[in-house]
Every structure is written in structure tokens, then in C-alpha cells.
């Protein structure tokens, strides 16, 4: 079976499932039990989608009539409002109505971008997560955060929208350059001080592995990392209270972020140099 590990996240405004495994993308089971609709519209960028897109689109094709594809450009520089306008362009000029699916595939930019639209088309359609690298399987893909930034601040106009489904294809992670790779680390290691010192220690034991990308190290940290992450936004999903947590490196990373440019460090890259700074 591709699927590795489920971990539940229960809300009080919607419960889904988070699908951790390989060769996930391509299973019909992956893709059984969503909402259904008309058709499904499918959000990348060209890099991603190159990779992973075929795979997906034949996947929603046995469930939806209709797919369509949107490309978005890379980077966190255009995680902004022109680029979000784009998916609505997109979406009115395919007349998707408020059962149109939207997959997300790809790291925290696009998850973050389509989580919005998603949120805030027809005041609200249903989406899927599929993430694509370790820091968006990790973290930004859960807990139905969406936003884009603002030359003042990263994040601040948002919404909180819970996708139907998350799925974590971890053969996704092969194609990461090691960059990228090390950003997610930093988000993995964020789990520890703030909910679990064994998996801290976990972590320092096995950091080589991870690093170089061994598979059944990131499996066991990708599933971990989202099993807190889920009782922690399952106890307080709008963070009103526990779920700041989650935050530990995120203030000084996101000034880091909007005072160097966005897209000159990665976000794990400035979470992690806040964390040590916090």
C-alpha cells in the first residue's frame, strides 16, 4: 500500500485526513471520497508541475469531467495580490462554480495562494493539499492557514480555510535540492521545544539522515511533525490561545523575511535563525 501513515485532524470546523506514503499521487485511492464536482482545477508552478503534474491531472481526470490547469510563477516574491488575481481569473473564466475542487501542488507558495483563493472564491470552495516540499509536509499545508504577503508584513492577509485532504507524497522529496531540504529541517526541528523533547533528541540522533534525505528518516518525521501539529490546531484552530506555539521563530523569521525581500532567504531559513535569536 502507498500510504504509510494517516494522521486525523479534527477541527471544530471541519475534520480531514492528512495521507503520508509514496506513490500517492498516482493511486486511485488517494483521490476517492472528495467532494465531488463538475471539474477540478489543478494549481502549480512550471517547475513542480513538470515533475508531478501529469501524474495528477490523469489521477482527478477518473473523478472529475473537467480539469484545468493554472502555472503560477515561483518564489515568494509573488506570493502577492496580482498573482492571486490570476487563480480568479482562471477560475471565472473556466465558470467554476462552489463545488469546483482546487488541488494545490507544490510547496508553501502555491498551498498558501490556493488555500486563499480557495477561501475567498464564491466565499468559499473546497481544496486539496498536496505538498510538495519537506517544509510545506511538515507545516504549511495543515491547519488551514492561507495568506499572502504585503510589503509590510508576511502573511497578514489571510484566511483560515481547512482543505479536504493533505496529501504527502514523500517520493516528492527526492527532486529537492539540499537547500530546500535543510529549510524544512528547520521547521521539523521547531516541533521539539515547543511539544515533544523525545523527538528533539529523535532529531539531533538522526540529523545526517536527515539531511541527506534518507526516506525512512523523513517518514518518521514528516509523520511526527504533523501529529502535533494536528492536535495542536485541532485544540485551537484560529489561535486564540495554544496554537502560538507554533509561531516559536516566526517573528523574528517573517521580519527577516520582509526586511531582506522576500524570496532572498527561504522561510525555514529565516524560522530557523529566529528560533536561535528567540
Known amino acids: 500500500m502507498p500510504v504509510i501513515a ?15 506514503g509514496k506513490q500517492l499521487l498516482a493511486a486511485p485511492s488517494t483521490w476517492a471520497g472528495l467532494p465531488q464536482a463538475a471539474q477540478a482545477v ?38 502577492d495580490w496580482p498573482t492571486l488575481q490570476t487563480i480568479f481569473d482562471h477560475l471565472l473564466r473556466q465558470g467554476c462554480d462552489r463545488k469546483t475542487l482546487l488541488v494545490a501542488l507544490g ?9 486563499f483563493a480557495a477561501a ?32 509590510l508584513g508576511k502573511n497578514m492577509i489571510g484566511a483560515f480555510h481547512q482543505p479536504e485532504r493533505v496529501v504527502a507524497d514523500l517520493d516528492t522529496l527526492a527532486t529537492l535540492p539540499p537547500r530546500e531540504l535543510s ?15 523525545a523527538f528533539l533528541d529523535w532529531i539531533e540522533r538522526h540529523l545526517d539522515a536527515l539531511a541527506a534525505g534518507d526516506a ?38 517573517h521580519a527577516i523575511e520582509a526586511g531582506l525581500g522576500y524570496g532572498h532567504w527561504l522561510h525555514g ?5 529566529g528560533m536561535v535569536l528567540a
Open 107 to 115: 510547496g508553501g507558495v502555491v498551498g498558501d495562494m490556493t488555500g
Open 6 to 20: 494517516t494522521v486525523a485532524v479534527a477541527t471544530p470546523s471541519h475534520r480531514y485526513e492528512i495521507l503520508i
Open 120 to 151: 475567498t472564491y464564491m466565499r468559499g470552495v473546497p481544496y486539496v493539499q498536496v505538498p510538495t516540499t519537506l517544509l510545506a509536509q511538515v507545516d504549511s499545508s495543515v491547519g488551514g492557514k492561507t495568506a499572502i504577503n504585503h510589503p
Open 216 to 253: 525512512e528518516a523523513l517518514a518518521y518525521a514528516v509523520r511526527r511533525s504533523c501529529e502535533i501539529k494536528a492536535e495542536v490546531v485541532g485544540a485551537d484552530e484560529r489561535e486564540s490561545g495554544r496554537r502560538a506555539i507554533l509561531n516559536f521563530g516566526h517573528t523574528f523569521g
Open 42 to 79: 489543478l494549481v502549480s508552478n512550471p517547475l513542480v508541475h513538470a515533475h508531478y503534474g501529469a501524474a495528477v491531472e490523469s489521477a482527478l481526470a477518473a473523478h472529475y469531467g473537467r480539469v484545468s490547469r493554472l502555472l503560477l510563477p515561483d518564489g515568494e516574491q509573488h506570493k
Open 269 to 273: 531559513e529565516a524560522v530557523g535563525c
Open 183 to 197: 529549510a524544512g529541517l528547520a521547521e521539523i526541528i521547531k516541533y521539539g521545544p515547543i511539544a515533544d523533547a
